[in-house]
């Protein structure tokens, strides 16, 4: 990598965010650069005063076809990548009357913006941008002697750099714009992918896996590892969509946690309830609905409270101003919502270290997309699970039927299940998850753990169950799971079944004249 300064006489600038581009044109035709310009760019630039030449003066050739050809042509391009200490090549460009370029200003049609507005096929494809990843490309090939420029932010910089170096840039300047141009189309063609495979059906043997960042964080799980939040520029409601409304930069965990607070709530329809989820940890430690967000925050609260301590909270609603009152009794790190009303963000701006997130709308539970997940040397990828619990798929296999109250709470706790660590046992009555069993190594401790938090919750409401309802991730692969569940006053099973001794589990249901169900459909969450 060369640290050499090389001299900038002549510029080519062609952006489609033109914002922030005429001061550092300014500042360039200040040093005598001569610039050189394409269609709206140049327009502006000739509008504002500066003297430009188009680029067809340059090449000798009009723009054609709709303007796709204009700057693939040997004239710019040798002028890009000819290597100035090569006597070779600088004969060649004397012979065909090519002359350097030597910096070069460019940003990218806006493809994943088109593809966002649900611009149809043909307008996707007029929005994939080639003369400018050609130009980027051959400049940071050549970086030796050129500059190129991607990032408006990095206008100024630059401009600061010439003039402090008498119209000169450093090498490392040169090989560090490089890579960000390189980073940039890398990511450009990555989007472009990301789109027309699926739009295609296309059966690929790679898979780009990409994302802009949207901010570095202080550090990752813990302060030894450095971390940031990207974004994939898929849209999906959450943390990606949210404003930040108050409160410290969020870290590492505390994105994990919402996330996984706010996929959660999505699973309840806003239309037909309230939802609210209490995280910690990735797993929650209190789930429930009700007739307003505040019920749902309340019900959820009871579950826990110990854990709820320092945790995140999210609603499938609107945040109410009474809501915001109730939650901010106690400390909390995150709150995440659709909205918020006037009153409960003025309510929650007293709690300066308090994040409000607003995200504009919840994520569908139901859509498709990818999950990546890193290894050593790889990385696995799969489809979201995109299946939430519904009684019409379901198989009764013991000799008494669930109730309608039971069929409630069976769909709300596998709905709460789906979001638990594996191994996953979860037990709810009434729209409240009673007791979570997460993230254990057997599914008898699992289901242990949500007998005795059950119990803990049923004893703090005062109230005896009318029903008591368990989910299950996984199949039991014995029936001690099952009478664990039993013994802790579960009156009815919701599992995938499967498992090779199913009919032991069965026949254990039957003896306490249990109700249970099969779905099939298994909510590993690793």
Request: hydrophobic letters at 45%; aromatic letters at 6%.
């Amino acid at each position: 990598m060369s640290t050499d300064l090389y001299p900038i006489r002549r510029a080519l600038l062609s952006v489609t965010d033109k914002a922030g581009l005429l001061p550092f044109a300014q500042a360039l035709h200040a040093a005598g650069v001569e610039l050189i310009s394409t269609g709206g760019t140049k327009k502006m630039l000739a509008e504002s005063g500066l003297q430009v030449k188009d680029i067809s003066d340059v090449t000798g050739f009009p723009e054609i076809m709709d303007g796709r050809v204009k700057t693939l042509h040997p004239k710019v391009h040798g002028g890009l990548l000819a290597r100035r200490d090569k006597p070779e090549h600088v004969e060649a460009m004397r012979e065909h009357g090519i002359e350097g370029i030597d910096l070069v200003v460019i940003n990218l049609y806006a493809f994943s913006q088109t593809v966002a507005s649900g611009a149809d096929f043909a307008t996707c494809i007029e929005n994939i941008d080639i003369g400018g990843p050609a130009m980027i490309r051959a400049s940071a090939k050549n970086h030796a002697f050129v500059a190129v420029v991607t990032d408006p932010a990095d206008y100024e910089l630059i401009a600061e750099e010439l003039a402090a170096n008498d119209g000169q840039l450093s090498g490392e300047t040169r090989a560090k714009l490089a890579a960000k141009a390189f980073a940039l189309t890398a990511h450009y063609d990555a989007m472009i992918a990301k789109w027309l495979v699926p739009q295609t059906g296309a059966e690929v043997n790679t898979y780009t896996f990409t994302g802009s960042r949207v901010q570095a964080l202080r550090y990752g799980e813990n302060p030894h590892q450095t971390a940031a939040f990207y974004s994939t520029g898929v849209h999906r409601f959450g943390v990606a969509t949210a404003r930040q409304l108050q409160g410290k930069e969020l870290s590492y965990n505390n994105i994990n946690d919402t996330n996984a607070a706010f996929e959660l709530v999505a699973e309840f329809d806003p239309t037909q309830t309230a939802a609210c989820a209490i995280i910690k940890h990735a797993n929650p430690c209190g789930v429930a609905v009700g007739e307003n967000v505040l019920e749902a925050y309340k019900k959820a609260l009871v579950c826990d409270p110990v854990s709820a301590f320092g945790g995140i909270v999210a609603f499938n609603q609107k945040l109410t101003a009474a809501a915001a009152k109730a939650v901010s009794e106690i400390f909390t790190e995150v709150i995440i919502a659709p909205d918020a009303e006037p009153e409960a963000i003025e309510i929650l701006s007293a709690k300066k270290n308090l994040r409000l997130l607003l995200t504009g709308g919840l994520p569908n539970p139901a859509e498709a997309g990818d999950m990546v997940a890193t290894m050593a040397g790889g990385f696995l990828v799969q489809s979201r699970d995109a299946v939430s619990a519904s009684s019409g798929a379901w198989k009764v296999v013991t000799k008494r039927t669930p109730s309608p109250t039971e069929i409630q709470d069976m769909v709300f706790a596998m709905r709460v299940t789906k979001h638990v660590k594996s191994n996953a046992i979860v037990m709810a009555s009434g729209g409240i998850s009673l007791g979570v069993g997460a993230g254990q190594m057997n599914r008898l401790e699992s289901s242990l753990i949500a007998g005795k938090k059950a119990a803990e919750t049923l004893a703090r409401m005062s109230i005896p169950a009318s029903s008591l309802a368990a989910a299950s991730d996984a199949f039991f692969p014995f029936a001690d799971g099952l009478e664990a569940l039993i013994a802790a006053g579960v009156t009815a099973v919701i599992q995938p079944g499967g498992a090779m001794r199913d009919a032991e589990v069965i026949e254990a249901a039957d003896a306490a004249k249990l109700a249970m169900v099969f779905t099939g459909t298994r909510h590993f969450k690793h």
